[in-house]
């Protein structure tokens, strides 16, 4: 039986509480690992079922986005008892949360009929096929070499992307999702200057973690936002301005750009300038005026910073040094065609090149877990995403997004958050109408 709008928004949101109050119970309450997350799994399964008999496609993919975004770090360590980056994190099969119930709620969309197997099947995108080629040859060369220890980072990462993309598939509004989204980043920015009013990362000394005292440079905090990380928070800022040019919301330009610059992220603040330039000049008259004030307010925000980007430009030794060893490596063939499989073989290739040093590049990382041909497939699956997007702004947009995320570990490294990312570049295919 269906529900009308507001009871649904009522029902879901009341029972996403009542849910995660009774896994956060459970977690001070009971200490037994396996009890733990066989009542947590119970619970998510519960919700899921509920989901996909009782709520709308489009609220789905905002609850998919949701318990990413909001629940990709912290509080999902806070449900599990243990920090989800750890190698004793203990959830459930060591999988995110979020994609417990992402996983869980697409099986019983099509044991429900709710997705169209037609629209599923019949139509895929060539971003799609190369997306899920991805996937397979990641699980298969894991499996191969690893076992299942790479597991759950392919599916909190790839699978997630491809589960909300082929559930996007069936007549989804995408600019109401991207509305959604926006609204989080709302929150994300507001939490940004607010941590700039206290100069403290605020959510993190709440739930204890101090070290991230670390993330001050020259008196000025990095905001984190609701995020981890300043890197992370930039990027998702980044994936804001991204939606800003793909619907044409001069707000969302600026209000990501604001978010980019509160992150001290020098590459994120570089990028926004030649996204924003690149935007003026290939841009149609009716938004140059628009373009050029924000690209003032852009650089003199900047200078307000400037001693204290100067004072970050800095780069370690061991930092170019890693890099350029891994990239030797590649360059000569030594590292694996097929792969070592996803997860640590990037921690040991890092042990192997210097002492421990994180190498800092997802593609570096990519190739020598995926090998060249892994590589190569999800490559491709960007290529054609890419190819999808038409007209030149959007194009800009999208290769904005790529470029930030190439720029440090991001989706090399285990953090569930680039699921949504990924999955937000390719929704924008499934409903142009709805974008311009």
């Known amino acids: 039986m269906k529900i009308s709008f507001k009871k649904e928004i009522v029902f879901n949101y009341l029972y996403i509480i009542i849910m995660l109050i009774l896994i956060l119970l459970n977690q001070l309450i009971n200490e037994d690992i396996i009890i733990n997350n066989i ?23 905002k609850n998919f986005i949701f318990f990413i975004i ?9 449900l599990t008892g243990t920090d989800y980056s750890d190698t004793s994190y203990r959830g459930f099969f060591k999988i995110h949360f979020a994609s417990v119930y992402i996983f869980t709620t697409f099986i019983f969309l099509i044991l429900n009929k709710r997705i169209d197997n037609k629209t599923l099947f019949k139509h895929f995108y060539k971003s799609e096929i190369y997306l899920l080629l991805s996937i397979f040859y990641f699980i298969l060369i894991t499996i191969f070499e690893r076992g299942v220890n790479g597991i759950p980072q392919i599916i909190d990462i790839y699978l997630n992307t491809l589960i909300i993309c082929l559930t996007a598939k069936n007549n989804v509004k995408v600019k109401d999702i991207y509305n959604f989204i926006s609204k989080l980043f709302y929150i994300n920015l507001v939490i940004s200057i607010l941590e700039q009013i206290t100069r403290t990362n605020f959510l993190y000394n709440f739930f204890g973690e101090i070290k991230y005292v670390e993330y001050f440079t020259a008196g ?6 609701i995020t981890d990380h300043p890197l992370t928070n930039a990027v998702i800022n980044v994936v804001w301005l991204y939606m800003g040019l793909v619907c044409n919301n001069k707000l969302w330009i600026l209000y990501s750009s604001i978010g980019i610059i509160l992150t001290l992220s020098r590459f994120a603040i570089i990028l926004l300038i030649v996204t924003i330039t690149l935007s003026l000049f290939l841009g149609t008259k009716k938004n140059k005026v628009s373009l050029i004030i924000y690209l003032m307010v852009i650089i ?6 400037k001693d204290i980007l100067i004072e970050r ?11 350029k060893l891994a990239l030797q490596k590649l360059i000569s063939g030594q590292m694996n ?29 990519l190739v020598n877990d995926a090998g060249i041909i892994g590589t190569t497939l999800f490559i491709l699956m960007l290529i054609f995403v890419i190819k999808e997007h038409k007209g030149r702004i959007k194009k800009i947009a999208i290769l904005s997004v790529i470029a930030m995320i190439s720029s440090f570990m991001s989706f090399g490294a285990k953090v569930p958050i680039y699921g949504f990312v990924f999955a937000t570049i390719n929704l924008y295919k499934y409903q142009k109408k709805n974008i311009n």
């Not at 430009?313 to 890099?323: E, H, L």
């Open 300 to 305: 003199t925000l900047i200078f307000s910073f």
């Open 39 to 61: 009542i947590t799994l119970v619970l998510i399964v519960i919700f899921a079922i509920c989901s996909a008999y009782k709520l709308s496609i489009n609220l789905i993919i």
């Open 220 to 225: 000025i905090l990095r905001s984190m936002g």
């Open 313 to 323: 430009n800095t780069i370690t030794y061991d930092s170019i040094v890693i890099r």
């Open 70 to 78: 909001v629940f990709h770090a912290k509080i999902n360590s806070l």
């Open 337 to 365: 065609i097929i792969g070592k499989g996803i997860g640590e073989s990037a921690d040991e290739l890092s042990r192997e090149l210097l002492n421990n040093y994180l190498i800092e590049n997802p593609w570096l990382i």
